[in-house]
Every structure is written in C-alpha cells, then in structure tokens.
C-alpha cells in the first residue's frame, strides 16, 4: 500500500526536507514530543478541540473512526445539503487529511482548523509590515490550512472554501468559574471527557474566535517557497519521496538545533541509528569524533550560525574574533558578544575553569541586605479560564518556593506554596502567602529570570480587576510594587525598594561556566557550580538537608546534595525523582524556546496533568510531593550559587 502524505508528515518535511524519511524509519532515534501526551496536555489543545465542538452541537464527530471509516462516513454526510462534521477525512491520490471542522452549506464550505495558540484581534496578524512574507510565528499554523485547502478543493473539485484557523481569543472572558474542570483528560487514548455538568452559561461567552486565513493562503499558494519550490510543487515533491522511501536532502545550520532524530546514550545502547550525525556526515565529511568538539550551534544567544556555516565554520575551533566581534556594551561585566567569544576561546584553548568576575561580584554582594531572600515561582499560561472574567492563557501562579540566607551564613527553607485545586484560580492566594513570607524585614530578594517580576506585573493588573474590596487590593497592589518594577505598557510606573535582583543577569555578567555549554538555565548552571566550588562540596557533602541541626527543609530528610559517580558530582535535578512515568528528560526545553523560562517545564506539565487529567488521590499526592520537592531544589539552587560567589570573592 501506498504511504500516504497526511498533514503531521508534511509539517514535519516543511521543518525540513531529511526529517520526512527519517519520521518513517523505525530504526532512527526520535526525541520528539510533536503529539506527545504532556506536550498537547501542557499547551490545552485538548481542552481547546473539545470546546471548540460545543460552539457547534450539531455536528457528526468521527473522531473515533480510522481513516477508511471516515472517508466513507464522510462521503455520506456530504450527501446532506447542510452538515458540520468535525474530522471529515478526504483523500486525493496519495494525500489525505483530516478536517478538525468542516461545515457545508449548500455548495459552500468552511474549512476550520482548532490550536491552542492565542490570538489578540487588536493587535496580531499573519503577514509582516511590509506584506511581503508571513510571520514566523504563524506560518506553520498558515501551511496547515493550506495543506487542508488544496486537498479538499482537489476532493472537492471546488475552490468556493472559506478558510479559517480557530483559536484563543484572549479579548474573551469565562462565564462561569471552573470552565476547565468540566473538560478532562481519560484513559490511554487521551480523549477530553466533557462533563454533564456543562451548561449553556459556561458557553455563554465563547472563549475561541474564528479567523479568517484568505490573506496569508493567498500569499502561501501563489508566492510562498519552500525549500526551492512553490507550495504545490512540494507537496508533489514530498509525495514522491514518500512513495519512493527517497531521502530528501536538507540544509544544515540552526534548523538542526532542535532537531529530534538524535540518539541519547540509551538510544544508542538500543542500536538505533542518529539522523542528525547521518546528516553532519554526510554535509560536512564529519566522522564519529567530530562531534565531540563543540559547535558553533552552543554559542549563547548567537544568530549568525548559518552564515558560520556557509563559511565552513561548524565547529567553535574554526571560528574566529571577527565572527564575534566582541566589544564591551558600557555596562559592568561581560557583553554578550564578550561572553560569546570567552566561550569560544575556553574551548580553543582547553580551558575548563570558569571565569569569574570577582571585583563585580564583591561589589554587588556589598550592596545587599541580610536576610536574603531567594523565590522561584511556578506558574501556567491555562487555555481554559480557571475563574469567571479571566481570559484564555491568563498567566497563573499556583507555586512559589523561598528560601533565606541570614548574615551569619544561616540557609533555611523558610516558605512554600502549592495549590492544585481543581478550577480553583490560586493567583491571590498565592501573593497574599508571598507577602507574608516576605513582609517581615527589609532583605534583599532574588529572583532567577525575568519571570518572577513578569508575574507580579500580571498579577498586579489581576487583582485592580478583581471584585476584591479595596482595602485587600491596596495592599497587595502595594507590596508588588514594593518588591518589582514595572513593565512595558503598564498604565503607571513603578520600581519598588526591594526590588528583586535577577541572579540570571548575574550570571550572564559575572560568571561563565564552560560545562554550561553556553545555557544560562539555572538546571545547567547549578551542576557547573557545584563541580567547581570544594565551599559546596564540603558543605553539601554531608546529610545536613533537612536534618536535625542542619539545614530546615518542608520537602526532604536527612538528603546529601553532593552525590559523586565516576568522580564526578552528579546533577541534582536527577537525584530527584521523576515527576511521574514518561516524563522526558528534556521537556524544559521543549515546552519553551526562552533558555531563561524553560525551567519550569516538568512542573508545567505536572500542575497541567493534575487540572486536566482522571488520577486518583495516591497519584495527586504523589504529584504535590515532586512538584514541592523540584520548587524547592530551585531556590536551593539560587541558594547554592551566592555561596559558591561569596566564597569566591573571600578567598
């Protein structure tokens, strides 16, 4: 039988031409999370595709049918002169799609396409300013549809479809409260249950809008080029090599950053075979040994890898200072482009020790007030509203974890705060508890990224909207700003006395850690730390983490940080337990493209599993532990890293 190219396998040869044969060979690693389970659960696709069903009561799902049952039963329902079906299958030759919405009227069609991806009608749009391309942000969303279009309209035989992608209208408000409890997750089949208890009131508002895609198909269909070829011409391309088991050939440069066909030590443990290496080798001659020098694709914040390449410069060895350009950007510290080139120079030159600014680093640290306080949040962009009068992917804070440091070198793990309630909106709760932990002196507050002060800015525009009394608002308004600063289009501005230092920034000025590998994510940081500095080591190397007369813990007993294998200090996000069974090792990464807002991935997904999927309690329970143990770890972490600088700026 013939393979037939669908739309996921033609997305997948749009990202890049090799990737279409690779996806069709079980005998090649492949990391990706493009349908997995967390990822989709993480986004709300699943919850979107359900509600975006109940905006249209009268249509025929069949969802549950295999393509050649769906084709069939699509064909008969078409036979109505008006009809909503949502996944009509259709085939044309060797293409077949699956139609998430497809709505008849006559000889009329419209065409609709479900993501969970919001969409701002004041502001978004699909093509740049100068209406010469598509943005890159929505041109995979642009070339689903397209895909979809020029099958039916060849099934069809019509051009009269209307074409629209339905998403997040994040002008749109809830209803009702606890619209996302009545849409969960069951069973290995992963399908989104809809509770009775849904009422025409919780619809009321709809929450997802229609959008029409004319403008950017137009543009795709007639002067779109993807990888040499018009739209059209390589979707024959595609299909060609499809049938054939052809290997298209792909180019190589930043594409290949997160490609998933790489092996991890298991996979090659197991036999399976790399598409990436397959790729490099053939590209660029490189053998095995090759890749066991850096390239240039682990430059920190680098965006001219590809001309790099063009140049024959794959690896950090070949690249030269002119390729960098390194200059000091006025302010204290490390630039970027400095930073850039020490990373490439460390490696050039063998060089494994960290470069560490002591001089800065004593400053800064003069500057602070004992106590320290050190917060790490985590929070949910939620597709589905928790609360009435909250709006599609509104931000959610339902953690926070807080350590303190006393002048006397003192480390406890003084505060806390989960609340997995289902439907419940934790955000207020959530400030009211920070305040308390935070109020009682006038110490120095750390935060690692931007994401803590982003957060208290959303949740500062929250509660003026709240329905709390004025008082309660006051002083919670009061202390945000007290401990943040705010952002851009906030209606006023403010920079607060305690405003947080971001340790992020700190490290990116101050410290460069070579077995970082050029990520400034506190999971890479922390392992580099604690390799270098014999202050940690001694320190943590003992079982005084939640011991008598050590160093108070909420979350662990008697736990000894420092933990060696082969002579090497293992990681201590691996020490811990596995949020729960399938959870990736690399899911921080592949839920955000932000280095510095990735390190909330795997909590992410848990709060997402807890919300929307059937567990039981011994399940939820377990879930609560992991997530307050890896909240903790994380401010442990920020913990960590101001002990090593302060010994090193004493030494």
Known sequence: MPVLLTKSRFRRA?????????????????????????????????????????YFPNGEDLSDLDADAALVRTKELLRQGKVTIFEAAFQYDQLLVRVDILIKDSDRYQLIEVKAKSWEPASDRFLNNKRTGILREWEPYVCDVAFQRVVLEKALNTNNIESYLMLANKQASAATDGLNSKFL????????????????????????????????????????????????????????????????AGRIGTVCKKCEFHCTPQDDIN?????????WKEALGWQDKDFGDPSVLEIANFRNADKLFAQGKAKLIDTEEAD??????????LSNSQRQWLQITKVQEGD?????????????????TYP???IDFETITAALPFTRGRHPYEGVAFQFSHHVVQEDGT???????????????????FIRKLKEALDSDDGTIFRYSAHENSILNLIHRQLRDSGLSDKDVHELCTFIESISHSTKGSEREWRGPRDMVDMLELVKRYAYYPATKGSNSIKYVLPAVLSDSAFLQEKYAQPIYGAAGGIPSHNFTDWQWIQKQNGQVQDPYRLLPRMFEGMPENLDELLSESDSLANGGAALAAYAKIQSTEM???????????????????????????????????S
């Open 352 to 368: 494994s020790s960290p470069e560490i600014c002591i001089d800065e680093l004593r400053e800064e640290i003069n500057r602070w």
């Open 14 to 54: 749009l990202e890049c031409p090799t990737k279409l044969y690779y996806g069709e060979q079980p005998n090649y690693a492949n990391q990706s999370l493009e349908d997995d389970f967390l990822a989709e659960l993480a986004r709300g696709g699943f919850q979107v595709g359900a509600l975006a069903k109940c």
């Open 616 to 650: 039981g309690d011994y399940e939820r329970k377990e879930l609560r532990a992991a997530l307050l143990k890896y909240c903790e770890l994380d401010t442990l972490a920020m913990v960590m890293i101001f002990e090593a600088w302060q010994a090193a700026v004493r």
């Open 324 to 333: 960098i350009n390194p200059a000091p950007d006025g302010k204290r510290g």
């Open 411 to 429: 480390v406890a793990h003084a505060h806390q705060f989960l609340d997995t309630t289902l439907g419940h909106f934790p955000s207020f709760d």
């Open 372 to 374: 320290l306080h050190f």
């Open 271 to 279: 036999g399976l075979q790399s598409g990436f290496r397959e790729c």
């Open 185 to 248: 997750v069951v069973g290995e089949q992963h399908k989104v249950v809809v509770s009775p208890d849904l009422t025409d009131e919780d619809l009321a508002n709809e929450l997802l809008i229609r959008v029409s895609v004319k403008e950017p198909l137009d543009f795709v269909l007639a002067k779109g080029e993807y990888h040499g070829q018009s739209f059209e011409g390589y979707i024959a391309v595609a299909v060609d090599a499809l049938q054939k088991g052809a290997r298209l």
